[in-house]
């Protein structure tokens, strides 16, 4: 079982960036899948984007040419670099560990307001 941790949320304007971090309580070399997701207030949790082992990503349509996903095996991290953020990306963001069998970080906040 491995513990995740996220960090990087905050309030942002329109327009800004943010980098959001996912600590993992032990190696992640093992994992095939690491992902980012996010839930909006009433909306249901979606896949923002994830990112293989060896370092292949795949995005959401609404993030594409914004985000980039990249993970650090060694230091057991995955990283979420979002930029042009717009007020419908305010959401909490969750790291999630995918497979067999899931786990889930106690996620982010990230507001895009002015």
């Known amino acids: 079982q491995v513990q995740l941790v996220e960090s990087g949320g905050g309030l942002v304007q329109p327009g800004g960036s943010l980098r959001l971090s996912c600590k993992a309580s032990?190696?992640?070399?093992?994992?095939?899948?690491m992902g980012w997701y996010r839930q909006a207030p009433g909306e249901q949790r979606e896949l923002v984007a994830s990112?293989?082992?060896?370092?292949?990503?795949n995005y959401a349509d609404s993030v594409k040419g914004r985000f980039t996903i990249s993970r650090d095996n060694s230091a057991g991290t995955v990283y979420l670099q979002m930029n042009s953020l717009t007020t419908e990306d305010t959401a909490v963001y969750y790291c999630a560990k995918m497979g067999i069998h899931w786990e889930w970080g106690q996620g982010t906040q990230v507001t895009v307001s002015s």
């Open positions: 990112i293989t082992s060896a370092g292949s990503p």
């Open positions: 032990g190696s992640i070399f093992s994992i095939p899948v």
